[in-house]
């Protein structure tokens, strides 16, 4: 295979990315100038000092400060109480200018993480984790949708246009990325497999798909042999491994990816593919939430 037909095959997510979030920046710009400076606001709350979360909520306050948003960000000590973390939610809950609340996990031992997330007004529940919007997502209701998931059907259907009928596989059944992918490729009229650590013989159920999502947290694990031919595979996995160089470490996906663009029709790279995708949603997500919040119309 020569290089441009491997390029041809790149689900290029950074680039996706960057269109989305100028699009939106635009739709902020034109939002502040037709009601009166109305700024959509963005506030997120970390607890403790994992190294990953930081970088995370970095990226995310410099990238909402870009858009023409409002940031808010919050840090609170590893040693945060239930009872302190709880208020901090309310709080902004009641916040005018605040229109989408995040809270970075994993939080620390001592929170009850669902009790956290179900305290944030659905309205503003921009990762899309509340009982309500998972609800209304699984029965195909407008819902603020998770924004990894959101992205990956982005990406999807640039990349293929109508879904319906596809077979498709996702590997890894959790709350963030999982499920609620299902729920949208069902909405889609894909059929839908959801597969996961139980799962008998996984090779041959990636084997049937059309479509694969592999959202496991294992570095490399799924091979170019358990692709299908010409199938679209979306890589959510972020695994760091050792690099050639001593001492550093490089960042992999869920999927052996110059083995799998052998055979794939399309496939995202790790990483500049989902994980730049997963942010410009966060910012869609929280124009959104505002204008809903504002009575004004929005998708
Ligand atoms: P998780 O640990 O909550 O869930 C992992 C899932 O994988 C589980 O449902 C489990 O059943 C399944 N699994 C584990 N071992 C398996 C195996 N051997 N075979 C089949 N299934 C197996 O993880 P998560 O939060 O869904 O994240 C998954 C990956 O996606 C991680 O690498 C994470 O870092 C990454 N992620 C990336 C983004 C992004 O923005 N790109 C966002 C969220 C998560």
């Known amino acids: 295979m020569n290089s441009t037909e491997i390029d041809n095959r790149i689900i290029d ?14 739709e902020v710009t034109a939002l502040k100038a037709s009601h009166n400076g109305l700024t959509p606001g963005l506030a997120v709350i970390i607890v403790g000092e994992d190294p990953a979360s930081q970088i995370y909520v970095r990226n995310k306050n410099k990238q909402t ?4 948003m409002a940031g808010f960000e919050f840090k609170m000590p590893e040693d945060t109480s239930q ?5 901090k939610v309310l709080e902004l809950n009641a916040d005018d200018k605040v229109h989408g609340i995040l809270v ?22 921009v990762d899309g984790f509340h009982v309500v919007n998972s609800g209304l997502l699984a ?46 490729l069902l909405a889609e009229s894909c059929t839908v497999t959801i597969s996961h650590s139980r799962t008998r013989d996984l090779p041959d159920v990636v084997r049937r798909a059309d479509i694969v999502v592999a959202a496991v947290g294992r570095a490399e694990m799924v091979r170019g042999d358990w692709i299908k031919p010409g199938a679209t595979v979306i890589d959510v996995g972020i695994n760091r491994v050792p690099a050639a ?22 496939i995202t790279p790790v990483p500049k593919g989902v994980g730049p995708m997963t942010i410009a949603c966060l910012l869609q997500n929280t124009l959104t939430a505002c204008k809903r919040q504002n009575g004004l119309e929005a998708d």
């Open 245 to 266: 160089e001593e001492g550093k470490t490089r960042v992999v996906g869920d999927v052996a990816f110059a083995e799998a663009i052998e055979v794939a029709g399309a």
């Open 65 to 68: 400060i870009e858009a023409g």
């Open 83 to 87: 009872a302190d973390l709880l208020k």
């Open 13 to 26: 997510g950074k680039g996706f990315a960057e269109g989305l979030r100028s699009r939106v920046a635009e």
């Open 139 to 184: 029965t195909g209701q407008k819902a603020m949708v998770s924004c990894t998931p959101l992205g990956c059907l982005m990406l999807l259907k640039d990349r293929l246009g109508d879904l319906s009928g596809l077979d498709a596989v996702i590997i890894g059944r959790s709350n963030i990325v999982g499920k609620p992918m299902a729920a949208l």
């Open 104 to 125: 970075q996990l994993p939080l620390p031992d001592q929170i009850d993480e669902h009790e956290i997330i179900n305290a944030i007004d659905p309205a503003k529940d």
